[in-house]
């Protein structure tokens, strides 16, 4: 299968391009950077150009059999205005133009377009969403909407479209395990807020595996919960990463007023969180590697641990 993708650069993308590549896919990913792409994804061609703008790009999206859309700048900042600008326009416009690249020639194709979990809100209870679950009404929850409006309007061209809602990715390079693990090897780390507030969660090769199905599987479309079928409160997910690097929690939960002051709205992502369940997963009887957090990170950090 010959799969365009966009964010392909990214700590996700770079994994997940490798995987599929070596399960003998054809991997094309559109970059503004192309050299630094051809040093860092040496598994996958280049196409230059600038996914949020029409381009020559688009010419290679429609040659493809499907198109895994990856692209969004990254939620972990200060939400000042011009970061929401971004936030929003990294996710709304790209996928626009994917899918207008697609509207020609969409008939009997694929499009696997990232959202997250954000789409349901951030809640403290202990209320359960499946993908049948009511959009919140906070930014992120507003921007998931926008994101995955624009995706679903490929199906106008005969494309199936899967809307993969993503939780937290836990991988080896890059994403928030190298924020937490150097802080827990020092000693520093701690739960955040209560602690009570959950977190979705799921391991890089279990999502390889779900973006491989939603590629693969022509009965799988719309929105799929991609997180771990056992999510885990703050606190337990803390406890869990002191035990596998094998350090103590010497420190109290930091304030979730602390956090608010600090980070503004963007605080509440992590004073709040949410309980989502892979509920379409399961009913195709799709079976999680890393269904628990303690599997999850002793497969990720055993090697840290030693």
């Known amino acids: 299968m010959r799969i365009f993708v966009t964010g392909g650069s990214g700590f996700v993308g770079k994994y997940l391009t490798r995987r599929l590549a070596e399960s003998g896919h054809e991997i094309v990913v559109v970059t503004r950077s192309p050299e630094r792409a051809e040093r860092d994804l040496p598994w996958a061609a280049v196409v230059e150009g600038d996914p949020k703008k029409p381009g020559i790009w688009q010419q290679e999206a429609a040659k493809s059999d499907a198109v895994v859309n990856l692209a969004g700048t990254s939620i972990f900042t200060l939400w000042t ?7 929003v326009n990294s996710r709304v416009l790209t996928t626009r133009n994917v899918v207008e690249a697609l509207s020609g020639s969409g008939q009997g194709k694929t499009l696997v377009s990232t959202s997250a979990v954000g789409y349901y809100g951030s809640r403290m209870d202990d209320v359960v969403f499946d993908e049948n679950g009511p959009p919140g009404s906070e930014f992120m929850s507003e921007v ?9 309007k490929a199906e106008q061209a005969g494309t199936r479209v899967v809307i993969c809602r993503l939780g937290i990715v836990l991988g080896r390079d890059g994403g928030v395990l190298t924020k937490m693990v150097p802080a827990f090897s020092r000693f520093m780390g701690t739960s955040l807020g209560s602690g009570r507030q959950w977190f979705a969660w799921i391991h890089q090769e279990d999502l390889y595996r ?17 997180v771990a079928p056992n999510p885990a409160r703050n606190s337990e997910f803390a406890h869990v990463l002191a035990s596998v690097l ?14 608010r002051t600090l980070l503004g709205e963007f605080g509440n992502v992590l004073i709040k969180g949410q309980k989502v369940a892979p509920a379409k997963l399961l009913e195709r ?19 840290r641990s030693d």
Request: charged share 30%; net charge negative; glycine share 4%.
């Open 210 to 226: 779900i973006f491989s199905l939603a590629l693969e599987d022509p009965e799988l479309r719309g929105p799929v919960n991609c």
């Open 144 to 152: 998931c909407v926008k994101w995955e409006e624009e995706a679903a």
């Open 81 to 87: 205005d011009s970061a929401r600008k971004s936030i």
């Open 246 to 259: 094998r350090r103590p929690l010497l420190l109290p939960p930091v304030p979730a007023f602390f956090l």
């Open 285 to 303: 009887g799709f079976s999680f590697r890393y269904p628990t957090v303690r599997q999850a990170l002793e497969d990720l950090l055993e090697r």
